[in-house]
C-alpha cells in the first residue's frame, strides 16, 4: 500500500542540481516527486493530500553519506543495521553506504545480498553495501569485484585499512576499471601510521602520544595517483585530512585523473586540541590534525576540490573508549550530528547554503549513480525538512546510534531535523 500523497508548502527550497534556492512547495505522490514549485505558490490543493506547512523551514533532498559502519553482522553491540537506520533517518539522511570490515567481511556476493536483505526488512533508510577490494580485507588477494558490483556493492575498499602492496592495488584498480567500478581506498603510509593514536606535531609530544606524521598520507596518496594514471581507474580518495595531501589531489585533477575525495565531518569540525586531556571520543582514524589543515579542509571544500563529507560514522562502546587514550578504540557515531555540523559553515558565511547541501545530497549520489540527492519532477522522495536556525544541544546519551561515542556531546549547534522522508513515507518527525 502506497503512503498518502503529500504536499510541502511554505519551504526554503533548497536543490543544488538545479542551483536553487529560495521559496517554494513539493508534491509527493507513489513514492516519487510529482511537483516542484520554485517560487511560486501551488495553488489550490486536491483533497486527497495531507499538507504540511514547512513554517519557511529548509526542504532539500535526503542526505546521502558514504562512509557508514556498522556492527552487523558480528558486532551487534556496537549497531545493527537496525539502529542505524534509525539514527540516520533522525539525521535526514536517507541513504547510507555500509563499510565491507564487518564479520564476515563483504568479500562475497551472499554477503551483500543478506545486507540488502536486512535492509528491505527494515524498511527505514536506503542501505547500500560497499564490497571489499581485496579478500577478507586484508590487501593480499584481489576480492571478486565484478561479482561484488552484481549483487549491488556501489563500490570497492578496504574500509580502514591500506592496501600496502603496490602490486596488489594495481590489479584491484585494473580490473575495477574493466567494469567502470569505483575504488575507494584510504591514504596511509602503514609503517608511518602504524600505532599512531595523534597527527605528529607539538601537541601529541607535550602528551607523549604516539604519532603519525602528515606526510604519511601524501605518500600514499602520490602512490595512488600514480597508480590511477597508470590503470584509468576512478578512485575515491577515502578522508583526506592534511593540506600536504591535497596539494596532491589538486594537482592529480589538474592532470584529468579520475579521482575525487571526501572528508569528514570530524576533521572539518574539530582539530587536534580538541583531544584536551586525552578525551577519546576525539581519537579518530585518521587522527585529528592541526588547525592549519582543517582550515585547508574548509577551503578545499568551499572550492569544491574536496566535494563530498562524510559522517565517518564508527561507533564503539563504552568499554572500547574508556580506556588509556592510546589504548581506546578509535572512531566517532555521526549519523545524526552531520547535518547540524555541517551548517555551521552556512551560519558563520564560510560556505553559502547550497553549496554546503551538495556535499551531502547531489554530489556523492552522482558518485555512486543513484537517482537520489536532487528535487526534481520523477526523482525518488528522498527529503529532509530542517529548521536552520533551531539551537541544538547534542546529547550523546540521546542519540539513537547503540554507541554513544561522539565528540559533539555537550556542543551547541544550530540545525534541527523536522522530518524525514524516504520514497514518499514520513521516516521521523521531531515530535
Keep these: 500500500m502506497s503512503a498518502r500523497p503529500i504536499a510541502l508548502t511554505n519551504v526554503r527550497l533548497v536543490d543544488p542540481a538545479?542551483?536553487?534556492?529560495?521559496?517554494?512547495?513539493?508534491?509527493?505522490?507513489?513514492?516519487?516527486?510529482?511537483?516542484?514549485?520554485?517560487?511560486?505558490?501551488?495553488?489550490?490543493?486536491?483533497?486527497?493530500?495531507?499538507?504540511?506547512?514547512?513554517?519557511?523551514?529548509?526542504?532539500?533532498?535526503?542526505?546521502?553519506?558514504?562512509?557508514?559502519?556498522?556492527?552487523?553482522?558480528?558486532?551487534?553491540?556496537?549497531?545493527?543495521l537496525k539502529s542505524a537506520a534509525f539514527a540516520a533517518a533522525a539525521g535526514g539522511v536517507t541513504s547510507i553506504v555500509v563499510q565491507p570490515d564487518t564479520d564476515p567481511v563483504i568479500d562475497d556476493p551472499s554477503v551483500a545480498d543478506f545486507i540488502l536483505r536486512r535492509t528491505r526488512d527494515i524498511e527505514m533508510v536506503h542501505v547500500y553495501p560497499a564490497g571489499a577490494a581485496t579478500k577478507g580485507a586484508r590487501g593480499e588477494r584481489m576480492a571478486e569485484i565484478g561479482l561484488l558490483a552484481e549483487a549491488g556493492c556501489v563500490y570497492v575498499t578496504d574500509a580502514d585499512r591500506s592496501i600496502v602492496d603496490s602490486k596488489v592495488m594495481r590489479r584491484v584498480l585494473s580490473y575495477a576499471a574493466s567494469f567502470g567500478v569505483l575504488v575507494a581506498h584510504r591514504p596511509a603510509d602503514p609503517w608511518l601510521s602504524a600505532g599512531a593514536a595523534a597527527s605528529e606535531g607539538e601537541f601529541a609530544g607535550r602528551r607523549g602520544l604516539p604519532s603519525t606524521p602528515p606526510i604519511a598520507e601524501k605518500i600514499m596518496l602520490e602512490r595512488d595517483l600514480a597508480?590511477?594514471?597508470?590503470?584509468?581507474?576512478?578512485?575515491?580518495?577515502?578522508?583526506?585530512?592534511?593540506?600536504?595531501?591535497?596539494?596532491?589531489?589538486?594537482?592529480?585533477?589538474?592532470?584529468?585523473?579520475?579521482?575525487?575525495?571526501?572528508?569528514?565531518?570530524?576533521?572539518?569540525?574539530?582539530?587536534?586540541?580538541?583531544?584536551?586531556?586525552?578525551?577519546?571520543?576525539?581519537?579518530?582514524?585518521?587522527?585529528?590534525?592541526?588547525?592549519?589543515?582543517?582550515?585547508?579542509?574548509?577551503?578545499a571544500l568551499a572550492s569544491g576540490l574536496v566535494p563530498i563529507v562524510v559522517s565517518a560514522h564508527a561507533p564503539a562502546p563504552a568499554e572500547d573508549k574508556r580506556l588509556p587514550y592510546d589504548e581506546a578504540a578509535p572512531g566517532a557515531v555521526g549519523l545524526q550530528t552531520l547535518l547540524p555540523a555541517l551548517l555551521a559553515f552556512h551560519h558563520d558565511g564560510r560556505i553559502p547554503l547550497i553549496d554546503l547541501i551538495r556535499t551531502v545530497t547531489q554530489a556523492p549520489a552522482d558518485l555512486i549513480g543513484l537517482s537520489a540527492?536532487?528535487?526534481?519532477?520523477?526523482?525518488?522522495?528522498?527529503?529532509?525538512?530542517?529548521?536552520?536556525?533551531?539551537?541544538?544541544?547534542?546529547?550523546?546519551?540521546?542519540?539513537?546510534?547503540?554507541?554513544?561515542?561522539?565528540?559533539?556531546?555537550?556542543?551547541?549547534?544550530?540545525?534541527?531535523?523536522?522530518?524525514?522522508?524516504?520514497?514518499?513515507?514520513?521516516?521521523?518527525?521531531?515530535?
Design 18 to 80: 538545479s542551483g536553487w534556492d529560495g521559496p517554494g512547495a513539493l508534491i509527493v505522490r507513489d513514492g516519487v516527486i510529482a511537483e516542484v514549485f520554485q517560487g511560486s505558490d501551488p495553488g489550490a490543493l486536491s483533497g486527497d493530500l495531507q499538507v504540511i506547512d514547512g513554517v519557511g523551514a529548509m526542504l532539500a533532498p535526503g542526505l546521502v553519506d558514504l562512509r557508514v559502519k556498522t556492527g552487523e553482522p558480528g558486532a551487534e553491540t556496537k549497531e545493527t
Design 227 to 299: 597508480l590511477v594514471e597508470l590503470t584509468g581507474a576512478r578512485l575515491l580518495v577515502d578522508q583526506v585530512t592534511t593540506a600536504c595531501a591535497l596539494e596532491s589531489l589538486e594537482r592529480g585533477r589538474a592532470r584529468g585523473l579520475a579521482v575525487t575525495a571526501t572528508t569528514s565531518i570530524n576533521h572539518l569540525t574539530f582539530n587536534e586540541l580538541d583531544i584536551g586531556d586525552y578525551r577519546t571520543f576525539c581519537k579518530l582514524d585518521p587522527p585529528l590534525r592541526g588547525e592549519d589543515d582543517r582550515q585547508a579542509l574548509i577551503e
Design 373 to 431: 540527492g536532487r528535487l526534481a519532477k520523477g526523482a525518488p522522495a528522498d527529503l529532509v525538512l530542517c529548521d536552520l536556525n533551531a539551537p541544538v544541544l547534542i546529547d550523546a546519551d540521546k542519540l539513537l546510534s547503540k554507541s554513544k561515542n561522539s565528540p559533539f556531546d555537550g556542543r551547541r549547534l544550530q540545525g534541527a531535523v523536522r522530518m524525514t522522508l524516504v520514497d514518499g513515507r514520513v521516516v521521523y518527525t521531531a515530535d
